[in-house]
């Protein structure tokens, strides 16, 4: 899915983001200019440049100075502000989610659209254009299609380098239809460990080098980064906290295990849990209302839930040791109700010496988080944008313009 | 500890990189024959090159082949046999072992000699400049000290960037010491996330890009291997497998919790509860003598000991998606009679998905792991040796004398 990651290629990648870099700290540069500056042969420089000219990163202009001696005014290189947009798309079951970033890392956008959990992908995909296309205004921070740099694409089930389920060299019809609608890259990711990469860029966990974000849903799941990057495991199988047994001999999963977390806290076994314990909810919007009303058995049910999801994110901080814990999905909308309990468990099952050094936050990003994620998977993998937005380098080398808006 | 990883830094160690792996590859090569095949100017080039042959990494030679026309033969670049070597030391708590390599990676020798707990940090940086010494034989493989690239170092305890016990701008008396006796970098990590790094560089998990390590000794601990590098957390952390909460309200634990991994998985714990079940064992060599004659309280006992281990095991690995786990310390000493059952609770409680998946080994490098992952730091942080040993990289592109060893 990725580019190839040899030594050759990383350093032809190291090439660009120096170019790059020293466009967005001196602005524009003459092809001398740049020559001096970056230590490269005459030949590698314009070899780079010649790409990033016709990728559309990177466009020609003359100096609006006047030229120190005779001749002809100096051509200068520069930004393109329109060129090294990044779109993400999280399929998820039953809704559409895009979100787009502009050369900046600037969030330009993002829409949602529920459907059929049935829709075929063809229909989902024309969806996804339109919506896009919805992106595309004529405003200063609009959305050039023709400027795309790559697309980061979530989906539900299990991706990775070896896939578990799927042979690894037929492509995703998702990633198929997208490449053939846009002609660019398509990069491919579970969405719901996009989603954490997405808490951990913009969200809740925003500059986290090691995070860990639980989503509570339908299903229970996750994903961790880690060092700054988004972990896959060796065979595309990790962040698969809801699977983690919490009841030996428990309720039959759908996994085909038996008492894992997800069979208690889901949302579906959240609420029949809630209607055994004579409750009334047929949807998470009215658990919350009853546990608004301080419902004493919604609160009894969620105390104990989250005792559950704070013994195994206790086993989780220490074998990882992550610095920031996101709790996502739609359960979390219970707030204190069920994240204070997951925090009484969390301090008292984590090694002492590990307390209070994790931190443990709501999810901010609500549900294009899987977009967001999908756009961050672009940024990471484009030898053209590779840099974190708001990240240390950007925070000590800003971009010139960014004042002025 | 590490040199700074900034863009500009990463590029330079792509470019030495670039010009060793040219060496390697091509054996001696002049200024100007690198210079067309590494594309940098030619004064980014002979800046590398007089670091590396500054550094003892890279030697000149005259050429042996006549001149293709008048005037003095060419000079060329070779790689230095004797440079690049790198030593690993392990300050475990009762012993110290040590370890070398030379340029292309391969083990030159190792040594162990055990002490009392309470030796000073002076006298143990004697023994290991003595353990050390031992090494320097005057054969082929003969490590010369002159030619030390760095050294790694494992400790007992906390270590990491951020440290949750030390404050981390004091660096440890063994970084201090080693420091002044060497005169070269010395590199700190937790001892048994060394171990993890070794088996998975040079052990049973060879080759694999992501290993977790469990450690069963008179501690309980571990380390991961994630996307081919050792995983530390966010406060040097991770890896606390042992205070994982398998019995809540069990007997307390020295990290001030109770019921964790540790109060039933450590060689103390396993000894207290075969001689509370009636057998005898004042150590593990005669738990492993009572497992080998068949004592039915030893196998119970292990079997529900394995199964615990088993439960945990499984819990990480819906999380993290190791492909391989290696169980090494004392207690795997008492082999299947421990690894089966721990092989069953895996199976039981993974998620069914993931069976098969994850291969269970036993750890094969015994008591030198600890200094071999020193050795696997030094060869990841340095720019000079950063590449696996056996890795694609070098399998690909062999060592030309490799074969007339």
Known sequence: MSQPRGPLSQLRRGHEELVLGLLRKHGPLSRGELGKRCGLSRTTLYDILAELVASGAVVTATSQEAPRGRGRPAETLTLNPDAGQAIGIDFARRALHVAAVNLAHEVVGSASEPHDADLPWEERVELAARLVGSLTGSGAGALRLGALDAIGVGVVGVVGSQAAEEDPTVPHPAQ????????????????????????????????????????????????????????????????EFGHITVEPGGAPCDCGGTGCLETVASIRAVLDAFRAAGGRAADVPELVKAVRAGDQAALTLLS?????????????????????????????????????????ALHDHVMPVSRHRVSLRRATLGEVAGALGGIALVLHESPLLSRYPGGPDLAEDPIPDKESR
Do not use: K
Not at 189 to 207: F, S, V
Not at 311 to 320: D, F, G, H, R
């Open 176 to 239: 198929v239809l997208l490449r053939e609608r846009f002609g660019v890259p398509v990069l491919l990711d579970n969405n719901t460990r996009l989603a954490a990469l997405g808490e951990a860029i913009w969200g809740a966990a925003a500059g986290g080098q090691d995070v860990l974000y639980l989503r509570l849903s339908h299903g229970v799941g996750g994903g961790l980064v880690v060092g700054g990057s988004l972990h896959r495991g060796a065979y595309g199988l990790s962040g």
């Open 304 to 344: 104990g839930v989250g005792a559950r999801i704070g013994e195994v994110l206790a086993a989780l901080c220490n074998a990882i040791g992550p610095s920031v814990i996101v709790i996502g999905g739609e359960l979390a909308e219970t707030g204190a109700a069920l994240v204070e309990p997951v925090e009484r």
